[in-house]
C-alpha cells in the first residue's frame, strides 16, 4: 500500500516562469531538498486594446523533497516556463525585529486565518501594523502604542506549494530540452563505441 494522504490538502497546479535559481542542500539526514520561488502571471483580456494585458503576478516559494529535488537543480534555470504540482500551504509569518516567525506559534500553522479573512492584512480597512515595507512616520502611526511605543511585528502571508512534480511548459517554450550534452564513452562497450 501507498502513503496516505490528507484528504483536506489543497492540491494545485500553477503554471508560471521560475523566479529564482533552485537552492539545493542536504538535510543532515541525506535528504536532497530543494528550493526556488514561482512567478505566476494573470493575463486578461484588455477590450480597450483588443489584446491580452498581464494582470498582476503571484509568487510562490516550491519545495522539492529527495529525487524531484535533485532532478529540479540539475534542470531549472531561471526565467524558465514550468507547470508545477503539489500541496498549497499558506502561512501568516511576522517579523518582529529579531527574525522572521509563525505569526501563531511553530504548530504547522496552515494559514487558517488568512484564509478566512481574519488574519488582519495591512491596508484591508483596519488590519493591524503597517504594509510590507512601509515605516512608521512619527507618533500615533500604525502599529505604534500611546506615546510612541513599541511597534507590532509587520505581518504578512506567504504561499508554498509542495511539489511531486515539477515540468517545463512546452507550449511556452523552454531552453531546458535545447541543452546538448556531451558524448561520453559508455564504459561496458569493449568496441569503443560512444553513446550519442
Known amino acids: 500500500m501507498g502513503e496516505a494522504q490528507p484528504v483536506n490538502e489543497s492540491w494545485v497546479t500553477v503554471v508560471g516562469n521560475a523566479a529564482t535559481r533552485?537552492?539545493?542542500?542536504?538535510?543532515a539526514a541525506g535528504v536532497a531538498v530543494a528550493r526556488f520561488r514561482l512567478a505566476a502571471t494573470v493575463r486578461r483580456w484588455d477590450r480597450g486594446r483588443d489584446a491580452w494585458a498581464d494582470?498582476?503576478?503571484?509568487?510562490?516559494?516550491?519545495?522539492a523533497w529527495?529525487?524531484?529535488?535533485a532532478n529540479v537543480a540539475g534542470s531549472v534555470s531561471l526565467g524558465e516556463p514550468l507547470v508545477v504540482h503539489g500541496?498549497?500551504?499558506v502561512r501568516e509569518r511576522a517579523w518582529d525585529g529579531e527574525g522572521e516567525r509563525p505569526l501563531r506559534?511553530?504548530?504547522?500553522?496552515?494559514?487558517?486565518?488568512?484564509l478566512r479573512g481574519a488574519a488582519g492584512f495591512p491596508g484591508a480597512g483596519g488590519?493591524?501594523?503597517?504594509?510590507?515595507?512601509?515605516?512608521?512616520?512619527?507618533?500615533?502611526?500604525?502599529g505604534e502604542g500611546p506615546g510612541g511605543g513599541a511597534q507590532q511585528p509587520r505581518r504578512w502571508v506567504t504561499a508554498e506549494i509542495d511539489a511531486v512534480a515539477v515540468g517545463h511548459d512546452l507550449t511556452r517554450g523552454?531552453?531546458?530540452?535545447?541543452?546538448?550534452s556531451q558524448a561520453k564513452p559508455l564504459l561496458n562497450a569493449p568496441t569503443g563505441a560512444t553513446s550519442p
Not at 533552485?22 to 538535510?27: L, M, R
Open 22 to 27: 533552485p537552492d539545493f542542500w542536504e538535510t
Open 55 to 63: 494582470a498582476y503576478t503571484s509568487f510562490y516559494t516550491v519545495w
Open 66 to 69: 529527495r529525487s524531484l529535488a
Open 87 to 89: 500541496t498549497l500551504r
Open 105 to 114: 506559534g511553530d504548530r504547522g500553522d496552515r494559514g487558517e486565518a488568512a
Open 127 to 142: 488590519g493591524p501594523g503597517p504594509a510590507a515595507g512601509a515605516a512608521p512616520d512619527g507618533p500615533g502611526a500604525p
Open 174 to 180: 523552454t531552453s531546458a530540452f535545447r541543452r546538448v
